[in-house]
């Protein structure tokens, strides 16, 4: 059940990355995962999250109109597309699932991947 997340890595300040969550084992039929990010010395913080369908969609205020929140058909691949990165901004993204939609914060996912680190610099 824990997602699996790949991509990240360095990119340049205004650059485009995308990354990768792999969900599986979820017997429910109405889940959502979610990104969060968390810098060195900072609390983790909600980026985007998208319901089992694919329809809803929720942003962090700091990457909203800049990132990107999208799944494949099959639903098991949840993707993060993050566009215009901002220089200086070193964090870890992780993918989580849960149950219920329409959570923005840490307390509503119940399942957690082990983070990608992404770096950005300027």
């Known amino acids: 059940v824990q997602p699996v997340e790949s991509g990240g890595g360095l990119a340049q300040a205004g650059d485009s990355l995308k990354i990768s969550c792999v969900v599986s084992g979820l017997t429910r039929d109405e889940y959502a995962v979610g990104w969060f990010r968390q810098a060195p010395g900072k609390e983790r913080e909600f980026v985007a999250a998208?319901?089992?369908?694919?329809?809803?969609?929720l942003y962090g205020d700091a990457v909203k109109g800049r990132f990107a929140i999208s799944t494949d058909d099959a639903k098991n691949n949840v993707f993060l597309r993050m566009n215009r990165l901002r220089p200086g901004v070193t964090a870890v993204y992780f993918c989580?699932?849960?149950?219920?939609w329409g959570s923005g914060y840490v307390a509503g996912y119940q399942y957690w991947g082990q983070g990608n680190q992404v770096t950005v610099s300027a």
């Open positions: 998208i319901s089992w369908n694919g329809v809803q969609s």
């Open positions: 989580a699932s849960a149950i219920n």
